[in-house]
């Protein structure tokens, strides 16, 4: 049951991890699907999290501003979570959101999951533009 995932790219920015050989990067080629067993699509999470940010964030016109940050990341992960509600209700969720402003530093961060590689998953979307960074984790658990 222990995972340690492989990651999967995308050209939107977007890292999905999965076990499942199907989704793993070695065999992934144009217009694979990344549809795990059991439901959890991390193609279709990562395009409705990327909608989510952009809807929040205004696009790429969006400055960074510390005093918005609190409200931005609160505003996704909600978004997020209604969504994913409304895609699957057979998961537990877990959102995170990250937003970072644009200016040299380093940022790194990990996660680990114990989880049934057959039926769970996660997913980490990146997403930036001239002035701050936003990286939003979901993780998803079979009920």
Not at 2 to 8: A, C, T
Not at 60 to 87: C, F, P, R
Request: aromatic share 8%; proline share 3%; hydrophobic share 30%.
């Amino acid at each position: 049951m222990s995972s340690h995932n492989p990651i999967v790219r995308s050209d939107n920015g977007s890292s999905c991890y999965s076990s499942n050989p199907r989704t793993n990067p070695s065999s992934i080629h144009e217009g694979s699907s990344l549809k795990k067993p059991g439901g959890f699509n991390v193609e279709e999470v990562s395009n409705m999290v990327k909608g989510c940010i952009e809807s929040r964030l205004g696009g790429q016109g969006t400055a960074y501003s510390h005093n918005s940050v609190s409200h931005w990341t609160a505003g996704i992960v909600e978004d997020v979570l209604k969504q994913l509600s409304v895609m699957n209700d057979n998961y537990k969720y877990v959102a995170t959101c990250v937003i970072m402003e644009r200016n040299g530093t380093g940022l790194h961060t990990a996660s680990s999951c114990y989880w049934d590689n057959q039926t769970d998953g996660s997913c980490s979307v990146r997403w930036e533009n001239k002035s701050m960074y936003c990286i939003v984790s979901v993780f998803a658990l079979a009920v």
